[in-house]
């Protein structure tokens, strides 16, 4: 993990390479007092709010769902390509060529559909997805009617099957939400038995997992806004959504307590092939009030020690400073003489 500071909402990460590839400007050691001529500009010392935060290195991935099934036994005739987003209406399989379609809802389908079966929460789903599709158009409750298997048979029209006017539990499955397809796990052309895998289906919003460390979990916690930092360079405002057990993750520098945490991103128009994807993830931990000068204004006092120059008169003075955090073109000073509206010397343009 690296820390990262950011002040009126913008943020740079800054490694010790970068800092003193910056800050060498000046030379290692004090330079005396130069004149002050028409090329010296300067810009004031402002203040704002300094926020703390820490980055942690985390993938962007399609989260994995159950797996698809076969209802019945059979020779595999046709399955989605990895990458269709399955809806209702939308055939999951075919199985010697009689197709399984996705329905929405929450209760699996679990016993054959027909007039005269006791009324259950499962024909209210049935129902419900017929009249979405158009084919059913009287109440929607618990009892199969005759309207249901009319509806059933327009159905069984429109797939190309045999209209009988009732359904195996094999010919639907039931989604409480539209279906990503990751992978097929079996085969074209491949036999299988009831309850073969196969399909493997994702969601289809892309979630970020990260490893928190312990102690620093409450930077984490569930409901916790953060801010995820693209591949392409954009960047994406997140939320905590779910945090695992502490586990252990080995490092070079020994065995870690990490929490496994989930962040769901705001929708974003990303390229699919973008996940899985590496990402980094800002934490915010504190806030607090800081003055800065832009990072041209620092000079080199010393291999450890910087400062800035100010105008006196006809010349200028260099002034020691405490270097805090760097922010987005800017860096966070402190020490006797800075204050806000302070004029520092930077380069001229």
């Known amino acids: 993990m690296s820390r990262a500071v950011i002040v009126a909402g913008a943020l ?36 704002g709010r300094v926020v703390s935060e820490t980055n942690v290195v985390g993938t962007l991935r399609y989260p994995a769902r159950r797996p698809v099934t076969a209802g019945r036994g059979g020779v595999v005739t046709w399955l989605p390509k990895a990458g269709v987003v399955l809806s209702p209406g939308d ?7 009689r197709p399984t379609v996705l329905l929405r809802g929450a209760m699996p389908a679990y016993r054959r559909f027909h007039v005269g079966m006791t009324h259950g929460r499962d024909v209210r789903q049935l129902e419900a997805n017929l009249a979405a599709l158009g084919f059913f158009a009287g109440t929607v409750d618990e009892h199969f009617s005759r309207e249901t298997a009319i509806a059933i048979k327009r159905w069984q029209t429109q797939l190309g099957v045999r209209p009988t006017g009732e359904l195996d539990a094999a010919a639907i499955r039931f989604s409480p939400t539209d279906l990503r397809v990751g992978r097929r796990v079996t085969p074209l052309g491949a036999s299988v038995v009831p309850g073969a895998e196969l399909l493997e289906t994702t969601a289809r919003a892309r979630v970020v997992r990260i490893d928190v460390a312990q102690d620093e979990q ?43 945490t989930t962040i769901a991103v705001r929708r974003l128009r990303l390229p699919a092939g973008l996940a899985p994807a590496t990402v980094t993830v800002r934490l915010r931990s504190t806030v607090r009030a800081g003055l800065t000068v832009p990072v041209q204004a620092l000079v080199a006092l010393a291999p450890d020690r910087f400062g800035v120059e100010v105008p006196a008169g006809t010349t200028t003075r260099r002034i020691p400073v405490r270097v805090g955090a760097f922010v987005a073109g800017r860096v966070e000073i402190s020490g006797p003489g800075i204050a806000r509206g302070t004029r520092v010397v930077v380069p001229a343009t």
């Open 91 to 97: 055939v999951v399989a075919t199985i010697d060529a």
């Open 218 to 260: 409450p930077l984490a916690r569930v409901g916790r806004r953060v801010v995820v930092e693209l591949p392409d360079g954009r960047t994406a405002r997140g939320r905590v959504t779910a945090a695992s057990a502490p586990r252990q993750r080995r490092t070079d520098a020994g065995t870690t307590l990490v929490v496994p």
């Open 12 to 47: 740079v990460v800054v490694t010790a390479i970068a800092a003193t590839a910056v800050l060498l400007r000046g030379g290692a050691r004090p330079a005396p007092t130069r004149p002050a001529g028409p090329a010296v500009a300067t810009a004031p010392v402002t203040s």
